[in-house]
């Protein structure tokens, strides 16, 4: 009978020394920073350094807090923000540069991959179900 050898701890489980302190509300700080320039938002490297940290600190703490990193987070917010300009009536293609995205097919796809659906067909959605 072979001698029962414990499993190694899952990779979730090692110690927390990699933490950040103070990590949300850097992460705060980085959400609000890119929400209030989102038309032309700061690089992680200026972020990084405007809050005294590395690029790692900062990805880590933002992660942590948000649950996903900035570059993934601003494109939610980009699409919470197109959602909210296509329900006023706009479409597409006017809302992609008013929210920060490169052209309608940037829109598109980060639409289809956050709300499962175009813009142009939850435009068309939300005109059909006004009054």
Known sequence: MAAHRPHPPP???RASD???????PVALAVRDRL???LLAPPSLAALAADLGLS???LLRAFRTTMGVPPYAWLAQYRVTRARALLDTGLRPAEVAGLVGFADQAHLTRWFRRVLGVTPAAYRNSVQDAAP
């Open 11 to 13: 990779l979730d489980a």
């Open 18 to 24: 990699d933490t950040v302190p103070g990590a949300g």
């Open 35 to 37: 929400a209030d320039e």
């Open 55 to 57: 690029r790692y600190q």
